[in-house]
């Protein structure tokens, strides 16, 4: 997976098509609201940077996502442990979770936006419930996953209930929550940048809206790939620190 | 290894009454319902002996050791530990599973999984450390106690397993299938380890396998289960092994007496038990 020589030729046409769409456009000229040349873009992207209005945006995504991590996956993972642990807790739970889980995070971006008005209230209120009930599942079945042999031989040495938690059921569950919290990381980013651009006026999502309106096509595209990149190089860390960490222990498995 | 005088088996154990048994199975029933497990077991083991459980697979054998432990309590009649009904685990009863690579916790290392045994009791980190590598050592595993046990081999991880439960300090130790997964040459080697070290202990030992040639050289008796018993008993019969010890690998295997109850033993559980 690795260095493998497909890592490097994934690169070559990502970069015929930048270079197809640069030839295009100096070719024939076009005006237009939606295009803009790959060196355009690129100026654009050095100009949001020179100006620091990219970097700003880019923190107030990132602090609004963090915060909802914090809130929603946080709490989403002591409850999914609990319900882990506790067949009968998870039984009594499991109506309300599933009431509440199909329902759309951006549908409460009206109500949230009454109680909390504009800001980081809203985003990450709607980020935390986005990212609540996917962290809640995937921890349960993380608990759940843990070898029951391991359970037993926790009850056979006779530890407590919290030690058994702490010392057995948490560090044979961590592989899996941290996958768990890799894909909340990505659904989070989603729903940032989705509230900015519905209704909260800061980050990305907004700076992206704002340059369609303001029929900058160029600075458009490169708020566009520069969340894309964005993602990537997030999700792609957290990887790179999974495999490094719990590799062994997920290949067991 | 030396060949030893029958006048060293019988191993008195001081303090523990022998007439007393250390366990009693009375009468014992289990059901999984619908289906009927254990039908009217009774027998018992004397402190120091060592018993081993044979039968065929779904014959109840992993639950019997299961019952010693209080994990499970039996529908009818009642498992005793020196006359006490047993109702749950008791910190001197250590079960070596067969899978160690599920029941090693990978994220520790060798010294870490022994330590886990030792970190329910009150002991100094320093006094457990001594404790740590007096164990290892026990078992060979002193020059790998940083290591992890997936670097470790099948063998060496197995052998980690026993030594986190002679932590326990063992009265009584269940041995379910502990080297079912082990390759020949490393399971005689275990087979001779674990006898030194029980015997050094005096611990009890309740060895389940499906090892006809492993339950006679590893023990003093050997208990064959039935399978669905219905209305009859599970216990299907008993075999007394009066084999000296030390016992030894080819030594013991070329006697007549192992060599007639290897065939004793084939011809009872080749028979169809109605």
Known sequence: ?253 | MTRATPALRAIPNPGVRADVPLISFDEVGLDFAPRRIIHRLTFSIAPGEIVSVVGPSGCGKTTLLRLVTGLVQPTRGSVRREGRAIDGPAGDVAIVFQDYANALLPWRTVAGNVSLALEASAMSPAQRKVRIDELLGKVGLAAHANKFPRQLSGGMQQRLQIARCLAQEPTILLMDEPFGALDAMTRQSLQDEMLRLVRETRTTVLFITHDLEEAIYLSDRIIALRANPGEQSSLAHTFQVDLPRPRDQLATREEPEFLRLRRQAFDYLLEPQA
Request: proline share 6%.
């Open chain 1, 1 to 253: 997976m690795s260095h493998s020589p497909g890592r490097w030729q994934g690169i070559v046409l990502p970069l015929l098509a930048l270079v197809a769409a640069e030839a295009a456009l100096r070719v024939r000229p076009t005006q237009s609201d939606v295009i803009a040349a790959p060196t355009a873009i690129l100026r654009a992207f050095l100009r949001a940077c020179a100006d620091a209005t990219l970097l700003q945006a880019t923190a107030q995504t990132l602090l609004a996502t963090g915060g909802g991590l914090l809130i929603g996956a946080g709490g989403g993972l002591v409850a999914g442990v609990l319900l882990g642990l506790s067949r009968p807790a998870a039984a009594r739970a499991s109506l309300l979770v599933e009431l509440l889980r199909p329902l759309p995070s951006v549908a409460l971006i009206p109500v949230a936006l009454l109680v909390f008005g504009f800001g980081y209230r809203l985003e990450i209120a709607v980020i935390g419930f986005a990212v609540f009930f996917p962290m809640l599942l995937l921890a349960t079945a993380a608990v759940r996953a843990v070898p029951q042999r391991l359970v037993e031989v926790s009850v056979i040495l006779r530890l407590s209930a919290w030690s058994r938690v702490r010392k057995v059921m948490l560090p044979a569950a961590l592989p899996r929550l941290f996958v768990a919290l890799r894909l909340c990381v990505g659904i989070a980013l989603v729903v940032a940048v989705t509230t900015e651009i519905a209704s909260n006026p800061q980050g990305l999502g907004f700076a992206l809206l704002s340059a369609q309106q303001s029929l900058a096509p160029d600075l458009m595209l490169a708020i566009l790939l520069w969340i894309g990149v964005l993602g990537w190089g997030i999700n792609n860390l957290l990887l790179q620190l999974e495999q490094r960490w719990f590799n062994a222990q997920l290949d067991k498995e």
